[in-house]
Nanobody, 123 residues
Framework: QVQLVESGGGSVQAGGSLRLSCAVS????????MAWFRQAPGKEREGIAI???????NYADSVKGRFTISQENAKRTLSLQMNSLKPEDTAMYYC?????????????????WGQGTQVTVSS
């Protein structure tokens, strides 16, 4: 059974750090893509970090060098370490997953989603 449950959101001042976690079930084996998306009010949901089942990572330009995606705990946890946070990082953050060999930035290619966790960065 597939389940993704996020945690770790909250409020922080600009320049601070947060670590998001996504408890994952059903994606600990085989070929898959996992990603973090975010959606600010009035904006489209955008992909910001991807990790493949082989461990390859990719980042959106807006977060490159500040955010790190990783898997721990025998791939049962998907994490997003966020450093040097900016007010424009304020959004609802979602983890997502799909069983496929080619990973896309498009939200429409992901079949499984968490419920989201809010991140608010104040200036």
């Amino acid at each position: 059974q597939v389940q993704l449950v996020e945690s770790g959101g909250g409020s922080v001042q600009a320049g601070g750090s947060l670590r998001l976690s996504c408890a994952v079930s059903g994606y600990t084996y085989g070929t898959y893509c996992m990603a973090w998306f975010r959606q600010a009010p009035g904006k489209e949901r955008e992909g910001i970090a991807i990790i493949t089942s082989s461990g390859t990572t990719n980042y959106a330009d807006s977060v490159k060098g500040r955010f790190t995606i990783s898997q721990e705990n025998a791939k049962r946890t998907l994490s997003l370490q966020m450093n040097s946070l900016k007010p424009e990082d304020t959004a609802m953050y979602y983890c997502a997953a799909v069983r496929r060999s080619w990973c896309s930035w498009s939200r429409w290619t992901y079949t499984d989603w968490g419920q989201g966790t809010q991140v608010t960065v104040s200036s």
